[in-house]
């Protein structure tokens, strides 16, 4: 008898220390009807001597959810702090921000003039912000950007996210950068993220042009065929429309499979050599293309491919960024810690380039 009620105590007890542990588990926790969800999220530079202005993008919720109405609210602080304009704005709201679902980071391209490492401080380090949440640049500004309701959308943000994930539109012209890239590449040395740039078109958004970006901010703008470029060099691009002008001819290649590789060798001849194979159809041509005479076109293409790839390669090498990861390669290849990074300072302007791309046309593009 002695035995069953020291059990029994030792079991009560034991289920009382566990409702206790529940308890403090649910501290905190509130009802999905009492949370407004943040998905998407700006800063621009500041106003009327504030440091930054925090613009968060709410939806709304629908009382059918199979309307799907794009319904969303834009609340705006300035602050000399992102933490302290969030906490700020919660008091012009009736619910507590949830930013589990957040998935977009803009940053306006004033602000993104200045040091990134301050300004991506505070979501590096927010718990409940996702990792693989996409930044951006924003023209003009982050609010602008965050305020495009395209009439394809029928969730807030949605289109931003199908437009950066696997599955959205496939097109080179459109580079994704997350949350956790973005902090890799700002910390660690020899290679330097890209951020793409998002800015209004005709009450949609247009994704075609990137930034190259250092610690202390905006270092190198790329252009649409110099990000197309960008992507299909580091094999993120699957498919692309190549176009040539020759004279007063000029054609386009559909690419349907693009296999780029680069190589860095050092020595008394520094060199980074660019090799690869584009397998592609002709899509457009000024003049009738014969079987007989794919050799010209891909002659063409690969001139033009390997002409423009050693022109952006050296236009990054002037202005002293590396997008590729030329110096975290030889960082990693080569083992004396105390002077490997000053060795590569002083090799990366020396850097010769070679490009060897070879272009396959399949077929003329002609439908008999």
């Known amino acids: 008898m002695r035995l069953a009620k020291l059990e029994f105590f030792a079991r009560s007890a034991l289920v009382l220390a566990l409702l206790m542990f529940a308890g403090i588990g649910f501290n905190g926790y509130k009802d999905i009807d009492k949370r407004f969800f943040v998905v998407s999220m700006g800063v621009d530079e500041g106003k009327n001597g504030f440091l930054y202005e925090v613009t968060l993008k709410l939806a709304l919720p629908q009382a059918d ?12 602080r300035e602050s000399n702090s992102i933490g302290e304009a969030v906490a700020f704005m919660k008091s012009q709201v009736d619910k507590e921000f949830d930013f589990g679902h957040m998935k977009m980071i803009f940053i306006g391209e004033s602000l993104a003039k200045r040091n990134w490492l301050k300004t991506m401080d505070w979501f590096f380090r927010r718990r409940d912000i996702q990792k693989i949440a996409y930044v951006a640049v924003a023209r003009p500004d982050a609010a602008t950007a965050l305020n495009i309701k395209p009439m394809f959308e029928q969730l807030p943000s949605s289109s931003l996210f199908t437009a950066f994930g696997d599955e959205g539109s496939e097109t080179p012209y459109i580079v994704t950068e997350y949350l956790f890239d973005l902090h890799r590449r700002l910390h660690e040395r020899g290679i330097d993220p890209v951020v793409p740039i998002v800015e209004p078109y005709k009450k ?7 930034y190259i970006v250092t610690r202390s901010g905006i270092k190198t703008a790329l252009n649409p ?10 094999n993120r691009a699957e498919r692309a429309t190549l176009s040539v002008q020759r004279g007063t001819d000029s054609f386009s290649v559909t690419a349907d499979e693009i296999k780029l590789d680069h190589e860095l060798r050092t020595g008394a001849k520094p060199t980074v050599t660019v090799k690869g194979t584009v397998l592609g159809t002709v899509e457009v ?9 794919l050799g010209k076109f891909e002659s ?6 390997n002409e423009d790839i050693i022109s952006l390669l050296k236009k990054l090498q002037e202005d002293d960024v590396d997008p590729f990861g030329f110096g975290l390669h030889y960082r990693a290849t080569h ?34």
């Open 65 to 76: 959810p199979k309307a799907a109405k794009n319904e969303f609210l834009l609340i705006k």
């Open 225 to 234: 065929q110099e990000t197309g470029l960008y992507s299909m060099l580091l």
């Open 285 to 293: 041509a000024s003049e009738t293309v014969e079987p007989s005479e």
């Open 300 to 305: 063409a293409l690969e001139q033009r491919m």
């Open 335 to 368: 083992y004396n810690n105390d002077t490997e990074w000053e060795d590569w300072r002083k090799i990366y302007p020396k850097l010769t380039f070679e490009s060897e791309i070879r272009v396959v046309l399949e077929t003329p593009g002609v439908v008999e």
């Open 204 to 210: 949609q958004f247009d994704i075609q042009k990137a």
